[in-house]
Nanobody, 121 residues
Framework: VQLQASGGGLAQAGGSLRLSCTGS????????IGWFRQVPGKQREFVGA????????YLSDFVKGRFTISRNNLEKTAWLQMSGLKSDDTAVYYC???????????????WGQGTLVTVSS
């Protein structure tokens, strides 16, 4: 599966952005989708994931209550809805697909290119 992340941009603190992760290939629904972020010079952080069916989601504590993850398998798209943005959310965001791992164990077999989110305070 090939992934393409989009939707990044500039947002004000307290504002919202929605990132999209669009997949190609017939096997989209066979993959859990995860979101990660990385600030240059820092370790990559796991943001959260959604299961193959969309029935389960996992969000890291630092985004709980602010971010949500959803997907539509017919559209082969997953979304990361970000609200209550903080300057600390500034990073390059990546989506990844994994057929097996989920939650904190998410690894990611396939990765999209990143999309930059910049939050101004």
């Amino acid at each position: 599966v090939q992934l393409q992340a989009s939707g990044g941009g500039l947002a004000q603190a307290g504002g919202s952005l929605r990132l999209s992760c669009t997949g190609s290939g017939r096997t989209w629904r066979d993959y859990n989708i995860g979101w990660f972020r990385q600030v240059p010079g820092k370790q990559r952080e796991f943001v959260g994931a959604i299961s193959k069916s969309g029935g389960s989601t996992y969000l890291s504590d630092f985004v709980k209550g602010r971010f949500t993850i959803s997907r539509n398998n017919l559209e082969k798209t997953a979304w990361l809805q970000m609200s209550g943005l903080k300057s600390d959310d500034t990073a390059v965001y990546y989506c990844a697909a994994d057929p097996n791992s989920f939650g904190l164990e998410f690894v990611g077999d396939y990765w999209g290119q990143g999309t930059l989110v910049t939050v101004s305070s």
